[in-house]
């Protein structure tokens, strides 16, 4: 008979102990596997998230650690809420939010549509679609600050032969009215992949049987869409939305290395503003109490969205 690690192992126990765990209940046993990966989350996430909270009572800074901390109650919260700025950040974030969504569920979903059409090199352009959404912000960023350059910039020529304008004329990452669209153009051409695959994903669950019963009853395809493919891909398309609103709704990396938040604050979205009240301002306790605002936002919207995403999925 083999001497395994296991044998082993319960031969080295203690007999007090292995007394207790013959003791145990199978729900106790599933608790102590458990156990590691709760208290990991709770160090991980809770705690800080709890800490942030009670910063935000205070005027606490952490580049003065031996400065005095005094509860200020809802001082901060009452700052940020009445600050103009804020709210302008807000609005530029609400403008990069909504339209980075619709546009990346527009082409999302049509070309998911297309793709979900066997043809002939069907595999090697869903591949090459794709090929963004694999890349590093940091690499995207880059690579669309040279697309974006006015003299040498591709993008600029590509305007150019449309509509016959001088390519020197504009810039999009300099100019307060382009630059909220410059990032707007970067995020659907990055992750406009992501929700097609979404979207591919439901087309392709729609059983085959369910548009051959509509063709026997003479449904015509503009018929077909609207009562068939639009009604069950919703959910996914939903989906897409919630994922996606929630990653705009933080995005930093992107648009620091494409505009840095700038001409003056036109595309400084609410995380870079965050980032240079923690980090540039060294006000802790502000902006401990900006992001508990931010994560209520959030968590609240997510979770009116889910209800609405649950009930549809119920239809």
């Known amino acids: 008979m083999s001497d395994t690690p296991m044998d082993r192992a319960a031969r080295a126990t203690p007999p007090v102990i292995a007394r207790r765990i013959r003791g145990l209940s199978d729900r106790s046993i599933a608790w102590l596997f458990v156990a590691p990966s709760i208290i990991l989350l709770l160090a991980v996430n809770i705690f800080p998230l709890i800490w942030t909270v009670r910063l935000s009572f205070t005027n606490f800074r952490v580049n003065r650690p031996n400065a005095a901390v005094e509860f200020i109650g809802l001082q901060n919260y009452r700052r940020i809420l009445t600050d103009g700025d804020i709210w302008l950040t807000m609005q530029a974030t609400a403008h990069f939010l909504i339209w980075t969504i619709v546009l990346q569920v527009l082409i999302g979903f049509s070309l998911a549509y297309l793709i979900n059409k066997k043809f002939r090199g069907n595999d090697l352009w869903t591949t090459i679609i794709v090929l963004p959404m694999m890349l590093s912000p940091a690499v995207v960023g880059n690579f669309w600050t040279f697309l974006y350059q006015p003299q040498i910039g591709l993008f600029n020529y590509a305007v150019s032969f449309l509509t016959g304008v001088d390519p020197s004329s504009f810039s999009m990452i300099g100019s ?137 999925k119920q239809r």
Request: proline fraction near 4%; charge should be positive.
């Open 176 to 312: 307060v009215n382009l630059a909220p669209w410059a990032i707007i153009i970067v995020d659907t051409w990055m992750w406009t992949p992501f929700v097609m695959l979404i979207c591919l994903a439901g087309l392709r669950s729609i059983p085959d049987s369910i548009y051959e019963a509509a063709e026997c009853d003479r449904a015509s395809k503009w018929r077909q869409f609207w009562t068939i493919t639009i009604p069950m891909v919703l959910p996914f398309l939903m989906l897409a939305i919630l994922f996606r609103g929630i990653e705009n709704f933080k995005m930093f990396d992107l648009v620091v290395q494409l505009t840095g938040g700038g001409p003056g604050s036109t595309t400084e979205l609410t995380s870079i503003n965050l980032k240079r009240e923690a980090f540039e301002k060294w006000r802790t306790g502000y902006a401990s109490a900006y992001a508990v605002i931010l994560f209520v936002t959030v968590f609240g919207l997510a979770s009116i969205y889910v209800k609405a995403l649950n009930k549809v």
